[in-house]
């Protein structure tokens, strides 16, 4: 079944304790995002990846690191986690660019609480 | 990406036709509208896109009106568990454009609630 898996679903931690959150796609897409969802302000995006060993950075990326080592993997990483970073975190991926036609697959999502 | 303007929530009853509608007077003429829906906290899910004309798919029709400023969806026979938030989204599609081809920018969306 094609999915895109996220780890932990649930997460409850204290300020300053790193934490990764893992995500991985078994669809063979190049690309693949990392969004928050806080309420009121919608999906935001944090970092995203168009290949292996290329990332960028979206619209909120700070506190927040990522890496592409393989394709399947981006992990998003939280090295001194703060609890304005308490929030629902969504993985994404999508087909390559040439036969992109904009639809994104997105995980169950990880909800994070930050005390 | 042009900006999209949808009611913040509609009801409809079980069976019947769910019309969601979503204004896009600023839409180019590259911009496609996309459906996305994402029920009670899990990862939104695709629902169906189109360019100018009218698109079906298992899961619902989209109606673009001719001069492509406002769009709806219709889910043909609404069940309880159709019951979510749907965004329109209108973005370019381009094969070499780089990082902004990807970029869905999610509003608020219409929550729409299906009664029994």
């Known amino acids: 079944e094609a999915q895109v898996t996220q780890n932990p679903r649930y997460l409850i931690t204290v300020t300053g304790k790193k934490l990764t959150v893992t995500c991985s796609q078994n669809?063979?897409?190049?690309?693949m995002s990392w969004y928050r969802q806080d309420p009121g302000l919608g999906l935001r995006q944090i970092y995203y990846s168009m290949n292996v060993e290329v990332t960028d950075k979206g619209d909120v990326p700070e506190g927040y690191k990522v890496s592409r080592k393989e394709k399947r993997n981006f992990p998003l990483i939280l090295e001194s986690p703060s609890p304005n970073q308490t929030s629902l975190y969504f993985c994404?991926?999508?087909?390559?660019?040439?036969?992109?036609?904009?639809?994104?697959?997105f995980g169950e999502g990880s909800r994070l609480t930050v005390l | 990406d042009a900006k999209t303007t949808q009611p913040p929530s509609m009801d409809c009853a079980e069976g019947r036709a769910a019309n969601l509608p979503c204004n896009h007077s600023?839409?180019?003429?590259?911009?496609?509208v996309y459906w996305y829906r994402q029920i009670h906290s899990q990862g939104p899910q695709y629902i169906i896109h189109?360019?100018?004309n009218n698109e079906t798919n298992e899961m619902a029709s989209l109606i673009i009106t001719e001069d492509r400023k406002s769009s709806t969806l219709i889910l043909p026979h609404a069940t309880l568990r159709d019951t979510a938030v749907y965004y329109c989204i209108v973005r370019v599609v381009e094969s070499y454009s780089g990082a902004g081809s990807y970029q869905l920018t999610f509003g608020k969306g219409t929550k729409l609630s299906v009664i029994p």
């Open positions: 994404a991926s999508s087909r390559d660019r040439d036969k992109n036609t904009g639809e994104l697959f």
């Open positions: 189109g360019l100018k």
């Open positions: 669809m063979n897409h190049e690309y």
């Open positions: 600023t839409i180019s003429g590259n911009e496609y």
